[in-house]
T-cell receptor
Framework: DTAVSQTPKYLVTQMGNDKSIKCEQNLGHDTMYWYKQDSKKFLKIMFSYNNKELIINETVPNRFSPKSPDKAHLNLHINSLELGDSAVYFC????????????????FGPGTRLLVL | GESVGLHLPTLSVQEGDNSIINCAYSNSASDYFIWYKQESGKGPQFIIDIRSNMDKRQGQRVTVLLNKTVKHLSLQIAATQPGDSAVYFCAENIQGGSEKLVFGKGMKLTVNP
């Protein structure tokens, strides 16, 4: 009964390849996110979707393309992988997008550890 | 003790002591703050939150203090246990064109038995 799940947990691939990471939440939340955590543990938002609509795109290279087939799923496709893409990618979800006065507690998945060789 | 540098800041405490983890946030318009705990190999886990109209909130063994004047947030953990060893992040909810959480650098708490 995992609330936010991601697959795969580990991903090792060669530079230049294309890969996808999948995320699913069973919390009934409207909003989902992708974060990147670097080797120094710095956690930075990449994208956010609310009810399948993109609402945040934080100056991420075009090689990264999120897709939300429905509000319970948010996948991340990465083209032409580079060494600098090596990181842990976290998916998260929240009840809603956190407009003024409303809480935006985000619940995180276990992470996908991507290593680009 | 506490160290800040190129590496993740670290706080080492003895089991049973109280721990205080500090965080400076950036935006005076932020209206909501959250503390997360991240254990090794896992995703961040919600601990406690506080709205900007409060200056203190208590949970089970944890207390969050908010000082808006100096844009400072702290997490106090009472009677620290080995299971509290983790990286702790503060996050602020920034209002604006696109509401989002901005995370602080993180502080690694090590509890020595």
């Amino acid at each position: 009964d995992t609330a936010v799940s991601q697959t795969p947990k580990y991903l090792v691939t060669q530079m230049g390849n294309d890969k996808s990471i999948k995320c699913e939440q069973n919390l009934g939340h409207d909003t989902m996110y992708w974060y990147k955590q670097d080797s120094k543990k710095f956690l930075k938002i990449m994208f956010s979707y609310n009810n399948k609509e993109l609402i945040i795109n934080e100056t991420v290279p075009n090689r990264f393309s999120p897709k939300s087939p429905d509000k319970a799923h948010l996948n991340l496709h990465i083209n032409s992988l580079e060494l600098g893409d090596s990181a842990v990618y976290f998916c998260a979800s929240s009840q809603d997008r956190g407009l003024a006065g409303r809480r935006q507690t985000q619940y995180f998945g276990p992470g996908t550890r991507l290593l680009v060789l | 003790g506490e160290s800040v540098g190129l590496h993740l800041p670290t706080l080492s405490v003895q089991e049973g002591d109280n721990s205080i983890i500090n965080c400076a946030y950036s935006n005076s318009a932020s209206d909501y703050f959250i503390w997360y705990k991240q254990e090794s190999g896992k995703g961040p886990q919600f601990i406690i939150d506080i709205r900007s109209n409060m200056d203190k909130r208590q949970g089970q063994r944890v207390t969050v203090l908010l000082n808006k004047t100096v844009k400072h947030l702290s997490l106090q953990i009472a009677a620290t246990q080995p299971g509290d060893s983790a990286v702790y992040f503060c996050a602020e909810n920034i209002q604006g064109g696109s509401e989002k959480l901005v995370f602080g650098k993180g502080m690694k708490l090590t509890v020595n038995p």
